[in-house]
């Protein structure tokens, strides 16, 4: 894996990858040909929230799964994110045209997580380096988050054959990420794709 900023690791990763290690029997094996199209992105909090997304592109589109994926991103806090950081996840699906909540089932889907703090605790063991290139940039990967800028040069990831979670069936999704702090919220990122395997 390459590059991820604060909030992609925050958000991104945690809807995407920490979901995709969960348990076994919830999960399909991600066909040869799993492809993400039309990822776009914008934040979702109130004018003066702390945490912002600047920037945040993938590409290509589609993404394919296993595939290649280039990404770059930035964002900015002009407050430290300490733990406990919450993190609440909105998951939606379009169902005959309407958007319907996916439930959180077993960590996944539509969660609140109490800390997102610990979640990075738990995919990256503190005490060892960041993993690439978060190491090579600099980029911190576990709270405390000082109040800054962090950005991510444009990077190239390889996306495995991992296991996708169950209702990642094909159509349209929308995730919005909410980061919560003592009560107040810090920032918000809603996403949008659509999901096609054969
Ligand atoms: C996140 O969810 C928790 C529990 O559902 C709630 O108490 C908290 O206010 C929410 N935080 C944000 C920032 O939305």
Redesign the pocket.
Known sequence: MRNITLFTALLIVNTFFLQGICDFEFKRRASKSTKILGFSWANCGKPDAPAVMKSLDLSPDPISIPGDLTASAAGSTTVALVAPL?V?VTLQKEVAGFWVKVPCVEEIGSC?Y?DGCQLLDMLIPPGQDCPEPLHTYGIPCHCPFKAGVYSLPQSDFYLPDIDLPYWLTNGNYKVEG????A????GCLKVAFSVHSK
Not at 178 to 181: A, N, Q, Y
Not at 183 to 186: D, I, K, R, T, V
């Open positions: 919450a609440n609140d109490p909410v980061l919560g702090s009560g107040q919220e810090l």
